[in-house]
T-cell receptor, first 116, second 118 residues
Framework: AQTVTQSQPEMSVQEAETVTLSCTYDTSESDYYLFWYKQPPSRQMILVIRQEAYKQQNATENRFSVNFQKAAKSFSLKISDSQLGDAAMYFCAYRTGYFGNEKLTFGTGTRLTIIP | DTAVSQTPKYLVTQMGNDKSIKCEQNLGHDTMYWYKQDSKKFLKIMFSYNNKELIINETVPNRFSPKSPDKAHLNLHINSLELGDSAVYFC?????????????????FGEGSRLTVL
């Protein structure tokens, strides 16, 4: 079974600074997806960024980028120029790339605080 | 236009009661899910349905019964509610086609339904 580990229960960063959230996962599959979801106090789950395992290039979405290390099974999220609106729980998630039994397996989350 | 909508958003009830949470998606997706988020914010899958057929049932007590009348709806009925059922329940959907790698892989979530059992 796949597992996802987020070793940082809480992180904080000064506004406008850069912060990196860590995620590692365990799988025997070669094809899969990785995601970072954000959950602000409104509790809505919002997709931040996605990475397909077969792509070597790290995904980037504006101020959000990932460092995907497939061999090390590591998938960290970097937030540049942090803004107050980035304050939220961040969840790393894994999904199999194979048809059938698709589901997202989530890590335990990292609570990110932005210091004004 | 709300893509995945859940009702009710808040539900407070007594132990032993039976309650339902409804979910509808207008994205045309084939697969729908129920996830439970506990007090520590941990998200765990409960069920998934693909085109009205149960695909995943993750060792959830029999008191929980999902029902999918059509592929756009997945409802969750809970019998004999217990204190430990208090949580936020999320409905989600995703597109699935014959080539899983051809879709984006992401799940689209509803806003969650907070259930409090007293």
């Amino acid at each position: 079974a796949q597992t996802v580990t987020q070793s940082q229960p809480e992180m904080s960063v000064q506004e406008a600074e850069t912060v990196t959230l860590s995620c590692t996962y365990d799988t025997s599959e070669s094809d899969y997806y990785l995601f970072w979801y954000k959950q602000p106090p409104s509790r809505q789950m919002i997709l931040v960024i996605r990475q397909e395992a077969y792509k070597q290039q790290n995904a980037t979405e504006n101020r959000f980028s990932v460092n995907f290390q497939k061999a090390a099974k590591s998938f960290s999220l970097k937030i540049s120029d942090s803004q107050l609106g980035d304050a939220a729980m961040y969840f790393c998630a894994y999904r199999t790339g194979y048809f059938g039994n698709e589901k997202l397996t989530f890590g335990t989350g990292t609570r990110l605080t932005i210091i004004p | 236009d709300t893509a995945v909508s859940q009702t009710p958003k808040y539900l407070v009830t007594q132990m032993g009661n039976d309650k339902s949470i409804k979910c509808e998606q207008n994205l045309g997706h084939d697969t729908m899910y129920w996830y439970k988020q506990d007090s520590k914010k941990f998200l765990k899958i409960m069920f998934s349905y693909n085109n009205k057929e149960l695909i995943i049932n993750e060792t959830v007590p029999n008191r929980f019964s999902p029902k999918s009348p059509d592929k756009a709806h997945l409802n969750l009925h809970i019998n004999s509610l217990e204190l430990g059922d208090s949580a936020v329940y999320f409905c989600a959907s995703s597109p699935v086609d014959g080539l899983a790698l051809a879709n984006t892989g992401e799940l689209f979530f509803g806003e969650g339904s907070r259930l409090t059992v007293l």
